[in-house]
C-alpha cells in the first residue's frame, strides 16, 4: 500500500468516527448489527446444539432415577409401609393423652322454696386449654327432675343451676348426670394467652350490696360494672345465698346490654324458704369466647 493510500484510509476512518447518523443510531450500533447480521447462522446452530445438550442430559438423568426407583427403590417403600403398618403403637394410650380431662362435680343440692324446687351443683374445668358445651339432668335414681344445657370455660369453676321445678311427690336423694359433653379446644393462633384473654374481658365489679328480710321475701340490692373495653348483649348473673352450713339458696338474673364502663343498679326478689344468709355471692357467668355476645362499638 503506498504513502498516499494508507493517509487516505486514515482520513477515512477519521470520517467515518466523526460522523452522526440523523436517525440517532451510532457508528458502534451498526457494527454490532453487522456483526450479528454476518454471525446469524452460527449463533443459531450454538443455541440448538445447547438445546439438544441440556434435554439429553435431563432425560439422563431422568431415566437414571425412574430405572433406579424401580429397580430399588419401590422394593424400599414397600418394606417402610410394610413395618410401618405392624408397628404396634398404642393408639388409645395417645388418644388419652391427647383428650381433655373428665370436669370434676363437688357436690349436688336440692332447695325447696315455696313449693318449688330448685337444683344447684359446683362443678370445674380443669383443662386449661379446653372449653365445653354440655346437657345435663339432675335425678333421682328412677326419673328425671330438671335437663338443661349450659357451657364451661378453660379453668373455670362454676355453678350449674335449674330453679323454680314444680316436682310432684316430692324430691329425694339427687344426682347430677351429664348427657353429653362437646368439647373444643383453644386455637393458639387465635389466642396464645388465655389468662390474659379472659382477664380483659372478664372485668366485672359487684358493688353496694344491701340485703334484708321482709314481709317473708328476701330484697336484694346490688350494682354490677362492666370495667372492660367491650360491650354485651348479656351478661348472666348466678346469685348463690351461704349459710353456716354452705350453700342454702339460688337465684339468677340477666343484665341485657351491659355496654363498657357502665353501671347499672338492681334489685332482686324471691321468696325466702331458707335460713337467712350470712353471705350472697353474685357471680357473673359470661361465655366471653361467645363472638354472638359482644355489642358492636
Known sequence: MTKNN???????KEKTRKYTSVDGISDRQ???????????????????????????STLSYSTYHLTDYFLYGQKHDQKIMQEMSQSSVDSEFIRQVMSPDNLFFSFTDAFYVDGRYDFLTKIKNPNPRYRAFFTYCFEEVDRQLACGESFILPGQDKYVLELNEEISGGVGA?????????????DAHMID????????????QVSDVDFNIANNNYYLEFAVANNSSFNFYEVPLQIILLGSQGEIGANQYT????????????????????????????????????EDNYMPY
Open 30 to 56: 451498526l457494527n454490532i448489527g453487522l456483526w450479528f447480521i454476518e454471525n446469524r447462522k452460527k449463533i443459531k446452530q450454538g443455541l440448538i446444539i445447547f438445546l439438544i445438550v441440556f434435554t439429553a
Open 255 to 290: 343484665v341485657r346490654n351491659l355496654k363498657s364502663e357502665e353501671k347499672t343498679r338492681l334489685s332482686i326478689t324471691w321468696p325466702t324458704g331458707t335460713q337467712r344468709a350470712n353471705q350472697i355471692l353474685i357471680i357473673p357467668d359470661v361465655n366471653i369466647l361467645d
Open 193 to 204: 394467652d388465655w389468662e390474659s384473654y379472659k382477664k380483659e374481658r372478664f372485668r366485672f
Open 6 to 12: 494508507k493517509q487516505e484510509k486514515k482520513k477515512t
Open 174 to 186: 339427687v344426682n347430677f348426670v351429664i348427657k353429653d359433653i362437646s368439647w373444643r379446644r383453644i
